[in-house]
């Protein structure tokens, strides 16, 4: 079941990079519209962003482990529009004792910039 586990890992985190990889081999040598941003769905690059708000409420932020961005629910990630986006997911990390518990969240980020990202709300469940 581990082996199960870290092959879906593997294989979002490959999926994850190839698409990073062809977002940026995409660009047209900074011709890129500086605007852009404002009406593209960014949904994989707020699951990564959300990560960081979440791990800042961890006692161990080092042990977090989140699902990949295709596990579970495909629509873990919702675009609201206004490049507001709202995550519903879990994170598995060590507590105050060093046992790993899951932790179900919702995450309410807003994308202000081509690379900056505002916090609007966690409710950790």
Known sequence: MGSKILVKNFL??????????????????????????????????????????????????????????????QDHVKHMGNQEYVIDSYVDSQNGFGAMIRTYFRCKIKQVSDDSWRLISLDIK
């Open 12 to 73: 979002s985190f490959l999926v994850f990079s190839v698409f990073v990889f062809l977002a940026l081999g995409s660009t047209d040598g900074g011709n890129r519209d500086p605007n852009a941003w404002l009406t593209e769905d960014n949904s994989i690059e707020a699951s990564v962003m959300m990560q960081d708000f979440v791990k800042a409420r961890l006692k161990s932020p080092a042990s977090a482990k989140f699902p990949g961005v295709f596990e579970g629910s």
